[in-house]
């Protein structure tokens, strides 16, 4: 089990989440209504968090390639593109209450997609991966 703890404007709560559950259905499980307007698909970045202790080392290059191409960079990660495999405390950047959207967006597939491969960004910048 990982701890999660995510951090909002109103509060600050901790939950254990099931190892490998991806970042953004535990989010939402803890009643946090952080975006996914594309379904989890690491294409709209609506799903951005702040990772404030523990960030992930290796990325998806579907996340990197969208993150890159946006100048997001180094500033967020995209809870679609990570699972709770360890502990970490993060800040949702864009919620159904603060963007004033009707829903979260599309449903969200309970593993990563497209391709649940994560990479050191380090091979991510360098283009080092396979193809």
């Not at 939950?15 to 709209?44: F, M, S, W």
């Not at 290059?61 to 993150?67: Q, S």
């Amino acid at each position: 089990m990982a701890k999660l703890t995510i951090v909002t404007d109103a509060d600050e709560k901790s939950t254990d989440v099931p190892d490998d559950t991806r970042l953004v259905l535990a989010i939402e499980q803890q009643g946090v209504n952080i975006g996914h307007r594309c379904g989890g698909y690491a294409r709209c970045t609506t799903c951005q968090v702040e990772v404030l202790d523990g960030e992930p080392a290796g990325m998806t290059k579907a996340e990197y390639e969208i993150l890159k191409s946006r100048d997001l960079l180094g500033q967020v990660r995209l809870s679609c593109q990570l699972v709770a495999d360890h502990d970490m405390r993060v800040r949702p950047k864009m919620t159904v209450e603060s963007q004033g959207w009707p829903d979260a967006g599309k449903d969200v597939e309970p593993t990563v997609t497209p391709e649940a491969r994560w990479y050191p960004k380090s091979d991510l910048e360098t283009g080092s991966t396979l193809a």
